[in-house]
């Protein structure tokens, strides 16, 4: 048993680290890639524009990105790291049709950010548009479930999951009904960024905590 519950912590530990290594997105995309886009800005420009593979116009705006190569593949390996992360978590839980469907979310939000990155919005926009969205989507409704799972042991983590996740659900369906060319790109960041949030301070708590209980046995 002990050895068992050792082994635990290490896979909370790695799953932990590797939702906590989603922050390199949020700095490739917002320190490296978007001050070195031409003309683009928060409000006005979708998160896609960045990862555009040649300037030109898309919809109206015009989108140049010359450091697009670091944006599409923050977005697979973060996509790769959620996918993993979700997996090693939900391997050290007791198994039950909710923890099922939010991990199984959380991984098809991975797949959808890591599709993102190999089909850039100016070559294949279908593609891109559907794994976006099911990036949002799914990633939003995972952290909702999993908020709902914790909030008895962890009232502050639980609640701010269900917040974060009801947050980018309301915005994600505004975006995708009523898109206004004007403001899409802070719509598209209101839907993503808290749950991508929550995932990366869940996961660094996670990794801390057990590698915290692991010191803690002979």
């Given amino acids: 048993m002990r050895e068992l519950t050792f082994t635990a912590s290490r896979r909370l530990m790695a799953g932990g680290a590797l939702w906590a290594s989603l922050v390199q997105i949020f700095v490739v995309n917002n320190a490296v890639v ?3 886009a031409s ?9 896609s524009a960045l990862g555009v593979t ?8 015009r989108f140049c990105s010359p450091w ?6 923050a977005w697979i390996v973060g996509g790769f790291c959620l996918i993993l992360g979700a997996v090693l978590g939900a391997a050290v839980l007791p198994p039950d049709r909710l923890r099922n469907l939010a991990f199984a979310v959380l991984v ?3 797949a959808g950010l890591v599709s993102t990155g190999f089909n850039p919005y100016n070559l294949r926009p279908a593609l891109h548009l559907l794994s976006a969205g099911t990036c949002f989507f799914c990633g939003a409704v995972g952290v909702l479930l999993l908020g709902g799972m914790i909030r008895r042991a962890h009232p502050y983590w639980g609640t701010t999951g269900i917040l974060c996740g009801v947050t980018s ?3 994600a369906t505004l975006t995708a009904l009523r898109p206004d060319p004007y403001v899409q790109g802070l719509f598209e960041r209101i839907a993503a960024w808290p749950s991508v949030i ?3 301070c869940f996961g660094a708590y996670v990794a801390v905590s057990a590698r915290r209980a692991s010191r803690s046995r002979p």
């Fill in 68 to 73: 697009h190569e670091a944006a599409d593949i």
């Fill in 39 to 47: 003309s683009q800005n928060l409000v006005d420009h979708i998160i």
């Fill in 54 to 61: 040649r300037c030109g116009r898309i919809g109206g705006f």
């Fill in 108 to 110: 098809a939000s991975g």
């Fill in 198 to 200: 929550w995932v990366i």
């Fill in 169 to 171: 659900i309301v915005s």
């Fill in 34 to 36: 978007l001050p070195r």
